[in-house]
């Protein structure tokens, strides 16, 4: 693995699970559309109402999709990590 993405791996690791639901809110964010199963989208809508919920406070969609790519994004290093 070359020096360079041995670097960005570890700043990703370093960040993204480290991260607040602040943070995540940062106006450093940028927007995409994607596409989901409504069988996604209804777990979703049941994990937000949990949250908020359990926060007694609005949690948006958009933290549980940033969590999920985060640790999409851990699964896959650990996997490219454990392959070399």
Same mark, same amino acid.
């Given at each position: 693995m070359a020096k360079r @993405?041995?670097?960005v791996i570890e700043k990703i690791k370093e960040s993204s699970l480290a991260m607040s639901n602040s943070e995540r809110d940062s106006p +450093? &964010?940028? /927007?995409i559309?994607?596409? #989901?199963?409504? @069988?996604?989208? &209804?777990?979703?809508?049941? #994990? /937000?109402?949990?949250?908020?919920?359990?926060?007694?406070?609005?949690? @948006?969609?958009? +933290?549980l999709i940033q969590e999920a790519v985060d640790l999409l #994004?851990?699964?896959? &290093?650990i996997a490219v990590r454990l392959k070399n």
């Open positions: @993405d041995k670097q +450093n &964010l940028v /927007q559309t994607a596409y #989901i199963r409504e @069988d996604q989208l &209804l777990g979703l809508e049941i #994990i /937000q109402t949990a949250e908020q919920q359990k926060r007694k406070e609005f949690y @948006d969609a958009s +933290n #994004i851990q699964k896959h &290093l």
